[in-house]
């Protein structure tokens, strides 16, 4: 019998401002397609360390979120749903330290390709506080970045805004063409 080729995994990525619903919205889409999502790495290290990030801490992010995402290629139906990705990373490191370690812009620069679609969530939403996020008042300014930082990486992107239901439908959508539009 031969061996027939299986179809490579297709990356939608999900980024945008804190408090957006990114990762509700990545979990929630994995559901719905029968597929798997990588969790944002950050989040538990964050957390263990009880909100203090380091400088030396973006880099060990970066890596961990690639590491989560080569491990769930292998898992994923058709399509692997991120929630987050090394040139968020690198935005954050910007943000809060003003600057960002070299390698994390590299790991950055050498991933964006990889992704097949990226969401970017809208700020029309209220913020919501935990430990791990930090600016109620920047979001505007991180989504500016955000879609800077795509545009310069040349990432298809889509904006999605409005309640959490057509946050979900709209990104349904993209995902839905993803999977019909031949690799």
Not at 32 to 51: L, P, R, S, W, Y
Request: proline share 5%.
């Amino acid at each position: 019998m031969e061996n027939i080729p299986s179809k490579p995994v297709l990356k939608l990525c999900i980024v945008g401002p804190e408090s957006t619903g990114k990762s509700t919205l990545a979990l929630r889409l994995a559901a719905h397609f029968k597929t798997v999502c990588t969790q944002e790495a950050a989040k538990d290290m964050i957390a263990a360390k009880n909100g203090q990030v380091d400088y030396e801490d973006m880099t060990r992010f970066a890596h961990a979120q690639v590491a989560v995402e080569e491990d769930l290629m292998t898992k994923a139906n058709r399509i692997l749903v991120c929630d987050t990705d090394p040139l968020t990373t690198q935005l954050w490191s910007e943000v809060i330290f003003g600057q960002c370690p070299p390698d994390v812009a590299t790991l950055a620069a050498a991933r964006s390709a990889s992704y097949d679609h990226t969401i970017v969530t809208d700020i029309d939403v209220p913020w919501v506080d935990d430990v791990h996020r930090i600016d109620p008042h920047g979001r505007e300014d991180f989504m500016k970045r955000c879609v800077a930082a795509l545009n310069a990486h040349h990432r298809p992107f889509t904006i999605v805004s409005g309640d959490w239901e057509q946050r979900f439908q709209s990104s349904c959508i993209i995902m839905e063409k993803m999977l019909l539009k031949p690799k």
